[in-house]
């Protein structure tokens, strides 16, 4: 199971594949589409699916408000009136993952001036012991998980 992060453009009739949130810099891929998301020109999906095609079929169940006939996510978080959709347990804890990864990113390049790529892997540890937030990075309001 791969953790794949798809991006649908504003009018586009097919999401395309933007790459996968255990590569690294891929906290910095999600933060940039959600901007884009949230900013009106399309929507980020992050799904747990084995291929693209299972990915982009979970997609068109999701949007069509229907129950897949391919096996239903554990778990889903809906933001941003559903501009950006976390399906699955491994594509929510990205979703926080690269929230707090960018926060991290942002006070150290405060703080140093630089930050290595290794450092902008969305999914590993948190490095405070503090319990990750969607709000952390993505906004006040934005934080509607649903099941």
């Excluded at 790459?19 to 747990?48: F, N």
């Excluded at 590993?124 to 952390?136: E, F, N, Q």
């Amino acid at each position: 199971m791969k953790t794949i992060i798809f991006y649908l453009r504003k009018g586009a009739r097919r999401a395309k594949q933007q790459g996968l949130a255990t590569a690294p810099g891929s906290a910095v891929t999600i933060r940039t589409l959600s901007q884009m998301a949230l900013h009106g020109d399309g929507r980020l999906y992050i799904i747990d699916a084995p291929t693209a095609e299972h990915g982009r079929r979970l997609i068109a169940a999701h949007r069509a408000r229907s129950r897949p006939d391919i096996g239903a996510p554990s778990a889903k978080t809906v933001l941003a009136n559903g501009r950006v959709v976390a399906l699955g347990l491994n594509a929510i804890q990205a979703l926080a993952g690269a929230s707090e990864a960018i926060r991290h990113w942002n006070a150290r390049l405060a703080r140093d001036g630089s930050v290595r790529i290794r450092d902008t892997t969305a999914l590993g540890k948190r490095s405070d012991g503090i319990t990750p937030s969607l709000v952390d990075y993505f906004g006040d309001g934005l934080a509607k998980t649903t099941r």
